[in-house]
């Protein structure tokens, strides 16, 4: 079996740092919000705790983007420009993840250090960290201080509105943790992916050789 260095070091502690944060983020809004359901922490400290969890993951999500944009790493990202290319491989994927894996098929994506991402994990992630993330950190910073972003907050519908998206992309939030860690479970074993994310290397099957026999 091949191993390939698909995870550079930058790339492993922002998203160790960031899993952690996200479930953090999790676990303190759920104290904030249902205050009357759940006793996991006082409430001050649980509101001090997320403001500063928020931030951090902030700073986080520039080195990410700061990464990508100023190394070559950003071609992992790049999109399939054949509509037809990528209409084949996401049928191909979802056909692996709907029922080839539970019958021993192979996954038709091979990771590569330029080509880590299958054609769903592209464009899922592009929506995620260009779009849904940012849009959390925004709403979350205009709540933490309803006063000094007031007109922002009237210019996007009001307290209301705000709030409603940041819950929204919350429970979003959590669906996406749970699928990402199912996913993350279907290498050749339960471990192999978190492993990789660790050690930087993914470990590669190697192809089956065709019978050549007479």
Known sequence: MDKLYIHPL???IWHWTNAIGFVLLIAT???IRYLDLFQLMPFKLAAVAHTWIG?????????WLGFYLF????????????????FRASFRQIQFYGYGIFKGEPNPHHPTAYHKFNALQSMLYQIIMMLLVPLQFFTGVLLWDVTRFSSMVDLFGGLRVVDSVHVLLFIVFVGIIIVHVYLASLGHTPSAHFKAMITGYEEVQDEPKANTAA
């Open 29 to 31: 809004g759920l104290q």
């Open 10 to 12: 930058p790339i492993r």
């Open 71 to 86: 190394t070559d790493k950003i071609k992992v990202y790049h999109p399939e420009l054949s509509p037809m290319k990528y």
């Open 55 to 63: 931030f951090v993951l902030i700073a986080n999500f520039f080195i």
